[in-house]
Nanobody, 121 residues
Framework: VQLQASGGGLVQAGNSLRLSCAAS????????MGWFRQAPGKEREFVAT????????DYADSVKDRFTIPRDNAKNTVYLQMNSLKPEDTAVYYC???????????????WGQGTLVTVSS
């Protein structure tokens, strides 16, 4: 599975942004998809994940009630809808694919190249 993340950019605090992650390959619908982020000088952290069917989602406490992670298996795409953005959301965002439902980065087998989100105050 090859992943291509897009949609990053500069946005003011309080506004919204939607990231997309397009996957190649016919098996996209069988993978759990996740979003992670890495801020400057910090370790990569879990943001959100969605099961292959879309029935289960999980979010980091820092983004719960602000971010959602819908997926469209017909389009081989997973999204990260980010609302009420804060300066502390500034990071490079990565999408990833795993064979089972998890928030553990080490369990994800495939990673996209990352897209930068900058939130100004």
């Amino acid at each position: 599975v090859q992943l291509q993340a897009s949609g990053g950019g500069l946005v003011q605090a309080g506004n919204s942004l939607r990231l997309s992650c397009a996957a190649s390959g016919r098996t996209f619908s069988s993978y759990t998809m996740g979003w992670f982020r890495q801020a400057p000088g910090k370790e990569r952290e879990f943001v959100a994940t969605i099961s292959w069917s879309g029935d289960y989602t999980d979010y980091a406490d820092s983004v719960k009630d602000r971010f959602t992670i819908p997926r469209d298996n017909a389009k081989n795409t997973v999204y990260l809808q980010m609302n009420s953005l804060k300066p502390e959301d500034t990071a490079v965002y990565y999408c990833a694919a795993a064979e089972y439902y998890t928030r553990t980065a080490g369990a994800y087998d495939y990673w996209g190249q990352g897209t930068l989100v900058t939130v100004s105050s």
